[in-house]
């Protein structure tokens, strides 16, 4: 199991909303540490989207947010998109194992 | 632009040895603290290790612990991964990623590289 747990897929229509959660412990999330995400394409190298809980990267779209607050972290897209589909990660710190870790994964399926 | 080549990867017994490296262009690299993130076939991301701009400071998850060894050359702008004793659990394609800043663990990967596939045969 991973230490920020996400649910293992969500789907969504076009032009739809979709949120996915990533729930964290008091060593991690709940510690304070900031939640980043990645978004994934198949067969590509990770990409970021959101840095330090709600901030994005140039160039990432608007619709395109993230949230935190106490041990759960959340990000959503809006208007989806069929080009959205893909695995997406959330990342933080955990001070009992020293190091980054991982959600482990959503898959986000475009209907 | 940011660039971040992965080589080294490949085929390799069960307690065998390989050196990763990551060719980074584009950006000082010297004031950037740089990672290792693994992903095995179809599974999800895991951190491996980490290590402070200047090189002076090195994480590494328990996984690894005790076998791989991270370094960087600052003059060669390359960062490496020494992986010793490997197991068949550490097949992965192996993601070399920076940070924004000299600072390591707290932060974000702002560029990731595409990767290179180690293999380990039991």
């Known amino acids: 199991q991973s230490v920020l747990t996400q649910p293992p897929s969500v789907s969504g229509a076009p032009g739809q909303r979709v949120t996915i959660s990533c729930t964290g412990s008091?060593?991690?999330?709940?510690?304070?540490?900031?939640v980043h995400w990645y978004q994934q394409l198949p067969g590509r190298a990770p990409q970021l989207l959101i840095y330090g809980n709600s901030n994005r990267p140039s160039g990432v779209p608007d619709r395109f947010s993230g949230s935190k607050s106490g041990t759960s972290a959340s990000l959503s897209i809006t208007g989806l998109q069929a080009e959205d589909e893909a695995d997406y990660y959330c990342?933080?710190?955990?001070?009992?194992?020293?190091?980054?870790?991982f959600g482990g994964g959503t898959k986000l399926i475009v209907l | 632009e940011v660039q971040l080549l992965e080589s080294g990867g490949g085929l390799v017994q069960r307690g065998g040895s390989l050196r990763l490296s990551c060719a980074a262009s584009g950006f000082t690299f010297s004031g950037d603290a740089m990672s290792w993130v693994r992903q095995a076939p179809g599974k999800g991301l895991e951190w491996v290790s980490s290590i402070s701009s200047s090189g002076g400071s090195t994480y590494y998850a328990d996984s690894v612990k005790g076998r791989f060894i991270i370094s960087r050359d600052n003059s060669d702008n390359t960062l490496y991964l020494q992986m010793n004793g490997l197991r068949a659990e550490d097949t992965a394609v192996y993601f070399c990623?920076?940070?924004?800043?000299?600072?390591?663990?707290?932060?974000?990967?702002?560029?990731w590289g595409q990767g290179t596939l180690v293999t380990v045969s039991s």
């Open positions: 990342q933080s710190y955990d001070s009992s194992l020293g190091g980054s870790v």
């Open positions: 990623a920076k940070y924004p800043g000299a600072v390591a663990l707290f932060n974000w990967f702002d560029h």
């Open positions: 008091g060593s991690n999330t709940g510690a304070g540490y900031n």
